[in-house]
């Protein structure tokens, strides 16, 4: 096979393109290969904007919910992989008290079987849905269920781009994404910090996640804002835009601080981008 060059790029497909099953190797490997930076944006997903909007204005409601019913979503069993989390991970080697986590099943309420849940409860946990934000439940499985179909179809084309360029090539990531049901949300809120109550606070949501804060110059060199080393339980991570808000009234602000807060990434090379 003749040599590829790689980009240093976000690469960017259809959905339409990837539902039609047009075959997009090149760009795979553009963004996954060698000296790729590892993301590939989704363009054209049908009412994104929309669907993703109604789910991440929500995070402010849910983390701003009375201490007594975030206590009940708690899912110690589970070791914490449902419901509401606060606190239960480590940010270098202290509590993370920034961010308020809800992990829930876009798929389904109980995945597996009984037994399954009873063996494998960290994995297979059932979800738990706040009582006092009903309207929580439907715009997250609607937001889940949109992006799990988006990455069924662009596994299908990494099953099919890796038949070609590695020899020995069985995997079947395209019928194991779409077929399972342990799927894994995400909704994050990441209040704002000690240092900075003084100042406008903000949010900023992505994908099952809503990661919310402005910090100040003294902050940002205190606290390590890189997520440490660490073992995905899934094939592939999918995100959405972030938003942000005042933490006060939870109303929608533009982002404070365009040079710094948003996704950054760390290539093989160690160039953040």
């Known amino acids: 096979l003749p040599p590829i060059v790689m980009s240093t790029q976000v690469v960017v497909v259809e959905y339409s393109d990837l539902k039609n099953d047009v075959d997009l190797s090149d760009k795979l490997l553009d963004a996954w290969g060698d000296t790729g930076i590892g993301i590939i944006a989704i363009r054209g997903v049908p009412d994104w904007v929309e669907t993703y909007s109604?789910?991440?204005?929500?995070?402010?409601?849910?983390?701003?919910?009375?201490?007594?019913?975030?206590?009940?979503?708690?899912?110690e069993g589970s070791l914490f992989n449902a419901g509401w989390s606060h606190g239960k991970e480590k940010l270098g080697n202290k509590p993370d008290l920034a961010k308020g986590s809800f992990f829930f099943n876009p798929l389904t309420d109980a995945p597996g079987t009984e037994e399954d849940r009873k063996k494998f409860p960290w994995a297979l946990p059932q979800n738990r849905w706040p009582r006092d934000l009903p309207e929580l439940e439907?715009?997250?499985?609607?937001?889940?269920?949109?992006?799990?179909?988006?990455?069924?179809?662009?596994?299908?084309?990494?099953?099919?781009?890796?038949?070609v360029h590695v020899p020995g090539y069985t995997a079947r990531l395209g019928n194991l994404v779409q077929e399972t049901e342990k799927c894994k949300g995400r909704l994050l809120y990441y209040f704002p910090p000690e240092a900075s109550k003084q100042e406008q606070t903000s949010t900023r949501s992505s994908w099952m996640s809503v990661v919310c804060c402005t910090r100040s110059k003294e902050s940002l060199i205190q606290e390590d804002g890189w997520i440490g080393w660490h073992n995905d339980s899934g094939f592939f991570t999918a995100l959405t835009p972030d938003i942000y808000v005042n933490d006060a009234d939870g109303e929608i602000i533009s982002n404070p601080d365009p040079d710094g807060a948003g996704l950054w990434v760390v290539t093989r090379e160690g160039n953040t981008k």
Request: no cysteine; net charge positive.
């Open 54 to 75: 109604a789910a991440l204005r929500l995070a402010h409601s849910l983390a701003h919910l009375p201490g007594e019913s975030l206590n009940a979503l708690v899912d």
């Open 138 to 163: 439907p715009v997250l499985k609607r937001l889940g269920l949109a992006m799990h179909e988006a990455v069924s179809h662009l596994a299908r084309l990494v099953d099919r781009s890796m038949q």
